[in-house]
Nanobody, 118 residues
Framework: QVQLVESGGGLVQAGGSLRLSCSSS????????MAWYRQGPGKQREFVSS???????YYADSVKGRFTISRDGAKNTVYLQMNSLKPEDTAVYYCNAVVVRDTRYDYWGQGTQVTVSS
């Protein structure tokens, strides 16, 4: 069983920056990919960014050029650097890890709140 713990959320003014961290109890190098999702008030959970085992990175159009995903295999941690934050980035951010064996297994963290004030 993989446990994921997010941290780094908080309150920031528009234009500011935050760095989210997702620490894994298992080796992140064994995952097919890891991702960040978010769920804003009254909205469905949406994809933000992902990083694959071969370090390919993907971003939602809404965050492209502002957010950067990275990982540290030695620390079993994935990061999301968020710059130029906007009020519409306000959401609970969730870390996701995907393992693919005979089938797909998804693991989720508990989420961390990011609030961007205007």
């Amino acid at each position: 069983q993989v446990q994921l713990v997010e941290s780094g959320g908080g309150l920031v003014q528009a234009g500011g920056s935050l760095r989210l961290s997702c620490s894994s109890s298992g080796s992140i190098l064994s995952f097919h990919h890891m991702a960040w999702y978010r769920q804003g008030p009254g909205k469905q959970r949406e994809f933000v960014s992902s990083i694959t085992s071969d370090i390919g990175t993907y971003y939602a159009d809404s965050v492209k050029g502002r957010f950067t995903i990275s990982r540290d295999g030695a620390k079993n941690t994935v990061y999301l650097q968020m710059n130029s934050l906007k009020p519409e980035d306000t959401a609970v951010y969730y870390c996701n890890a995907v393992v693919v064996r005979d089938t797909r297994y998804d693991y989720w963290g508990q989420g961390t709140q990011v609030t961007v004030s205007s």
